[in-house]
């Protein structure tokens, strides 16, 4: 079952899986809605976001922003648990682990022997929303 989902006050959608009988279930993306024009025609199309865009507007606040502070303290050097959670200023251990291992799930955190590094593939992303 495909499940649509309106974003962005109108300007788009999630498309979303919530079922698939015999393939496996695809990750959610965004579609901008976009106006374009052929000739003297004008029509409406929906234009797909990138994966890393779409995975990091559906963080939630507080996960945005430990990214951020890891980005800013870090950049994609290694770094251990202890020290990002006194970087992060969270001061429950427990939001901070549940932050740590949603980032982990879905990759913008990497994994390497019991510390971790920002993933290089989600950088731009970070980089943009710190501009905007």
Known sequence: ??????????????????????????????????????????????????????????????????????????????FGWTGAFKASGLKSKDTFTKAVKELTLREFLLADEGQYRLNPDAVGVVIVSLAG
């Open 1 to 78: 079952m495909i499940l649509l989902e309106e974003t962005d006050r109108g300007n788009g959608c999630l498309v979303a899986c919530d079922k698939q009988k015999d393939f496996e279930e695809f990750e959610t993306y965004k579609l901008t809605k976009k106006k374009v024009e052929v000739g003297d025609e004008t029509s409406l199309v929906f234009v797909g976001s990138d994966q890393w865009s779409t995975r990091y507007q559906l963080l939630a606040k507080t996960h945005k922003e430990l990214l951020l502070t890891i980005k800013a303290t870090f950049d994609t050097n290694l």
